[in-house]
T-cell receptor, first 112, second 112 residues
Framework: NAGVMQNPRHLVRRRGQEARLRCSPM?????VYWYRQLPEEGLKFMVY????????ESGMPKERFSAEFPKEGPSILRIQQVVRGDSAAYFC??????????FGPGTRLTVL | TQLLEQSPQFLSIQEGENLTVYCNSS?????LQWYRQEPGEGPVLLVT?????EVKKLKRLTFQFGDARKDSSLHITAAQPGDTGLYLC????????????FGKGTHLIIQP
């Protein structure tokens, strides 16, 4: 049973470009969470999704950030018009029943 | 805002010694999870504790959940260099957000 997959592992964007981060949950897991880890900071919750639904986006910045988890395919975290402050490691976690969360290897986003 | 305070932030000890790291909060959590994170990787789940006063053992690691479900500890017996890493505690169900609330972690170095 493969673990949580994230791609790309590293992403470099220039200011103003769009970043798309993908997450494939573990097989059988229907709950997906996105977290951001800034340098010297702890992991911060961004958004919680189930298939085709956003359940909780209380940690997501109101502008430029969006997330989806379509019926088919991976979950996508989309950042529009990236700024240098968006540089961070973005982690996706999946869960079978909404309690224990299993994390992917992360995507390291660097904004030039 | 819920906070999980982890202490110490940094700990460097010799192989064979015992150690305890702490995770404290003023909030009650429905469960608490401990993770270990290696540089450039995602957090790996070690254990989940749910019941106040619960103790779980994982080889040389002993995890305890406080009676009031606000704090937890991780005790490592006879530490080995392979235990080196960032140890994170994360609380679930402590407030409105569905995501985990993470502490900043304890950076543990075990010197041979």
């Amino acid at each position: 049973n493969a673990g949580v997959m994230q791609n790309p592992r590293h992403l470099v964007r220039r200011r103003g470009q769009e970043a798309r981060l993908r997450c494939s949950p573990m097989k059988g897991h229907s709950h997906v969470y996105w977290y951001r880890q800034l340098p010297e900071e702890g992991l911060k919750f961004m958004v919680y999704l189930q298939k085709e639904n956003i359940i909780d986006e209380s940690g997501m910045p109101k502008e430029r950030f969006s997330a989806e988890f379509p019926k088919e395919g991976p979950s996508i975290l989309r950042i529009q018009q990236v700024v240098r402050g968006d540089s961070a490691a973005y982690f996706c976690a999946s869960s079978p029943m909404g309690r224990e969360q299993f994390f992917g290897p992360g995507t390291r986003l660097t904004v030039l | 805002t819920q906070l999980l305070e982890q202490s110490p932030q940094f700990l460097s000890i010799q192989e064979g010694e015992n150690l305890t790291v702490y995770c404290n909060s003023s909030s009650v959590f429905s469960s608490l999870q401990w993770y270990r994170q290696e540089p450039g990787e995602g957090p790996v789940l070690l254990v989940t504790v749910v019941t106040g006063g619960e103790v779980k053992k994982l080889k040389r690691l002993t995890f305890q959940f406080g009676d009031a479900r606000k704090d937890s500890s991780l005790h490592i017996t006879a530490a080995q260099p392979g235990d080196t890493g960032l140890y994170l505690c994360a609380g679930a169900g402590g407030g409105g957000a569905d995501g985990l609330t993470f502490g900043k972690g304890t950076h543990l170095i075990i010197q041979p």
